[in-house]
Structure formats: C-alpha cells, structure tokens
C-alpha cells in the first residue's frame, strides 16, 4: 500500500516584468515514487489550461534549500533569507516560483517520515534499469 502527502501550499511566481504573482500549488510526495517530488500548477496558470505537474528529485529539493542546485529542466536554490527559489525550463520558457523555505522543509520532513533518505527500496527493476543504463556505456 503506497502512502501520499500532499501539502498545498502558497508560493509566488516571478512574472517576466519581476512582478510576484500569488498562486496556491501542491506538493506531493508517495511512497510508491520515493526518490520524487511532484509539484502540482492549477489550471489556470498554465499555458494550455490543464492542470500541470512537474515532477524531480527530493535529494535536489534537499540540496537547494541550503546552496544551488540542479542540472537541466529543474534548479532550486535559496533566494533570500526566507525563501527558496525553484525554477522550471521548458521550450515555452522558463518559470520562476518562490516558496517559504520553511514550509518546503517542513514538507521534506513529513516525506521523511514516510520514506527515510537513503531508504528508498532498490529492487530488481531498479537494478535492471540501471544495468540498461550501463549497457550503453
């Protein structure tokens, strides 16, 4: 049985005329995904719409809140002393949002409750992905 936290939460996004904008988005974390954090946009912020969800690691989450971090699509890192940036590059462009770093900390710890860090299962499918991943290497 897989257990899901989700945390709405509000958060601000910078606009490109570095205007903040509030918005409410929802963070997810499920034991049935625990190496991932979804970030969950409503409707109508989006491009299209339709509800989007971005989806990375919670270790890249960790990392940001204390010093930049990531590489491609998603980078988190402090912004000032009481919050934490998470930006999002995609074709269309490049969203910037702005949490309370104590409630992204907050939501890391409850996800420590369901799954330790360093505690995520790595079974045989785990393995076989990762022996694909070496073929080509």
Not at 26 to 35: G, I, M
Not at 82 to 91: I, K, L
């Amino acid at each position: 049985m897989s257990i899901t936290l989700e945390q709405p939460t509000g958060a601000r996004l910078l606009t490109p005329d570095d205007e903040e904008l509030a918005v409410t988005l929802t963070l997810r974390y499920t034991s049935a995904d625990p190496l991932a954090v979804h970030l969950l946009f409503p409707a109508w912020i989006s491009l299209d719409g339709e509800e989007l969800t971005w989806t990375f690691a919670r270790s890249l989450l960790e990392e940001g809140l204390g010093s930049p971090a990531g590489v491609g699509n998603v980078h988190v890192c402090p912004y000032d002393p009481t919050r934490t940036a998470v930006e999002f590059r995609a074709p269309e462009g490049v969203a910037v949002v702005l949490f309370d770093t104590t409630r992204l900390h907050r939501f890391l710890l409850r996800s420590y409750r369901i799954t330790e860090p360093g505690g995520e299962p790595v079974g045989p499918e785990w393995e076989r992905g990762l022996a694909s991943l070496l073929d080509g290497v």
